[in-house]
């Protein structure tokens, strides 16, 4: 498969999932009236950040792919973390479990972590385009914790 097969197919894919969930909570969205915890972002930063975080982690993704580094371990913490990631959302917005959803985030950023380490292994630079993600995981936990908190 050429390189822009394998880089396409590698962003599309968490990009189009990530847009799936998106347009399905969309009718649950309960951000606006939430009380926010200190340096919650304004609604709209959301869809533009995972955006990006979702591009990069295709990108990561598609060097590993086209570089034939994909093993077992590889494709199951990264569509393990990718099927966490898509469930968070689900379960913050649409089901109101915040309290749940802290454990799942903590679960998301192990999971994110442990791809990083298992991407190290293989690529270095794989490795290194996850860390922004690893960083918006752990702000997120933080900005679950605290809706939840601030929302019971």
């Known amino acids: 498969m050429s390189k822009f097969k394998v880089y396409l197919k590698s962003i599309l894919v968490p990009v189009i999932l990530g847009g799936i969930v998106g347009i399905f909570i969309s009718q649950f969205m309960d951000y606006g009236s939430l009380n926010?915890?200190?340096?919650?972002?304004?609604?709209?930063?959301?869809?533009?950040?995972?955006?990006?975080?979702?591009?990069?982690?295709?990108?990561?993704?598609?060097?590993?792919?086209?570089?034939?580094?994909?093993?077992?371990?590889?494709?199951?913490?990264?569509?393990?973390?990718?099927?966490v990631n898509l469930l968070w959302p689900i379960f913050f917005f649409a089901f109101k479990w915040r309290l749940f959803s802290i454990i799942w985030i903590i679960l998301l950023v192990v999971l994110?972590?442990?791809?990083?380490?298992?991407?190290?292994?293989?690529?270095?630079?794989?490795?290194?385009?996850?860390?922004?993600?690893?960083?918006?995981?752990?702000?997120?936990?933080?900005?679950?914790?605290?809706?939840?908190?601030?929302?019971?």
Do not use: C, H
């Not at 794989?126 to 929302?151: D, E, H, K, R, V």
């Open 36 to 83: 926010k915890p200190p340096f919650a972002p304004p609604g709209i930063v959301f869809p533009i950040v995972w955006t990006i975080l979702y591009v990069l982690m295709g990108v990561s993704y598609g060097i590993l792919k086209y570089n034939n580094l994909v093993d077992e371990k590889i494709d199951r913490i990264y569509y393990l973390q990718l099927f």
């Open 112 to 152: 994110v972590a442990t791809m990083i380490y298992r991407f190290y292994q293989k690529n270095k630079a794989s490795a290194l385009i996850q860390i922004p993600y690893l960083l918006w995981t752990i702000f997120a936990t933080y900005l679950n914790i605290g809706f939840y908190l601030l929302n019971k």
